[in-house]
């Protein structure tokens, strides 16, 4: 008879993972505001769960320092995710354990540990396919993002007027970047870093000569929402040589996901057909072995494939 020893360990994981989980993650916690500047109806959590909470958190700022480890305020600001890193790489490290137990009570240890060293670059990639929807989003906002800027100016508002007024009637994430850099420029900032910054964000050249426009117009003066008007229209005609472009690469795209996709449904497909003749590469060390060199060659594969579908221009 087997030992008991790897099912008691797993299942304690679990256990540990679950509470994790809600005590850390899924718990209310309140900022890390001072009581003294709290308002007086804001309740305190003193019970022994609310402070082993607040001290593992803070624990946590502590290890990942003003980095912030790999999931930084930035990294995160740009995905769009509204949690703290400490809480953020709280649930990665949570949900690597859980994919550690399932995958040892499942298979065996070796995939266990496969599980959960690829749950942080999982979530990587979860974060930066969120950023280049949230930049492409913005990209097809940015014209009627213009037009706004422009009847702000012709109305009489100055330009960081016309920018606070877009970025109350823009949608995310336009209102968000436009809301950054008025308050940005509110401490201190000077308004063409602050443009610049948020061009650098969101990846954006046409954003960023929206920043040279502004900026030349604040050296030699000028028409503003005449010149924002002739960069509305160059923008406006690259959108459209993107758009032939996407269509013309979409067959090379799909052709990509395809084959990303293929060898995960036949190895599924497989396993729920003859699942002896897949268990041999989860518990033999050969099989581990190709296993690994294969997630390895599927990697570079990926992203050999996502460079040649991907056009710069």
């Not at 003294?36 to 593992?56: C, I, K, N, P, Y």
């Not at 099989?287 to 991907?310: D, Q």
């Amino acid at each position: 008879m087997d030992s008991p020893a790897p099912f008691v360990i797993a299942i304690g994981l679990c256990l540990a993972a679950i509470i994790i989980l809600f005590v850390f993650v899924l718990k209310p916690r309140n900022g890390s505001i001072p009581i003294e500047r709290r308002r007086l109806q804001a309740s305190h959590d003193s019970s022994a769960v609310g402070r082993f909470s607040g001290t593992a958190v803070q624990f946590m700022d502590t290890a990942l320092g003003r980095s912030g480890g790999p999931f930084n305020r930035e990294v995160l600001y740009q995905a769009g995710v509204k949690q703290a890193p400490a809480d953020f790489t709280v649930m990665v490290l949570a949900s690597a354990i859980v994919a550690a137990v399932v995958g040892t009570l499942l298979l065996n240890i070796f995939i266990g540990i496969l599980l959960a060293l690829a749950a942080p670059f999982l979530t990587k990639m979860v974060l930066v396919t969120r950023t280049q929807k949230r930049r492409a989003k913005f990209e097809l906002q940015l014209t009627d993002t213009i037009q706004m800027l422009i009847g702000g100016l012709r109305v009489g508002h100055s330009i960081m007027r016309s920018l606070e007024a877009a970025a109350q009637e823009a949608q995310a994430p336009t209102s968000e970047e436009l809301g950054r850099i008025v308050n940005e420029v509110r401490i201190g900032k000077d308004a063409r870093q602050a443009i610049e910054d948020c061009a650098i964000r969101m990846d954006s050249e046409d954003f960023r000569w929206i920043g040279q426009a502004i900026q030349i117009n604040r050296e030699v003066g000028g028409d503003l929402a005449e010149v924002l008007e002739q960069v509305a229209g160059t923008i406006r005609e690259r959108s459209e040589i993107k758009g032939h472009v996407r269509a013309l690469s979409a067959e090379g795209k799909m052709s990509a996901v395809v084959l990303m996709i293929l060898p995960a449904a036949v190895g599924i497909f497989m396993s729920a057909l003859n699942p002896g003749y897949m268990k041999l590469f989860a518990e033999h060390p050969v099989g581990i072995a190709l296993v690994v060199v294969s997630a390895i060659l599927f990697v570079v594969g990926g992203f050999w494939m996502s460079r040649t579908v991907k056009i710069k221009f």
